[in-house]
């Protein structure tokens, strides 16, 4: 099994995971799919700091976060701020 690392992906998505009961940080391509392994974090705050840093350091294109229910709250892009 090989782990590869991506420079830059489309979208960081920051979601929450009832099974493990942390909030997690996942990158996808343009297709949907996911790259690499998850990021985890106790606080939703801590997950969404990791979401922007992405953004911001030009690593991804957009950011989503969705609530605990999975419904999408915020989505926005390089420049825009939620």
Do not use: P
Request: glycine share 8%; with cysteine.
């Amino acid at each position: 099994m090989s782990n590869q690392y991506a420079e830059t992906w489309d979208v960081t998505e920051v979601w929450y995971s009832r099974e493990w009961g942390v909030w997690a940080t996942t990158a996808y391509d343009s297709e949907g799919n996911q790259i690499g392994d998850s990021e985890y974090d106790w606080l939703k705050l801590d997950a969404e700091d990791s979401a922007r840093a992405y953004l911001d350091s030009d690593r991804c294109e957009r950011v989503r976060i969705k609530g605990k229910d999975g419904m999408i709250q915020r989505a926005y892009g390089k420049g825009e701020r939620a």
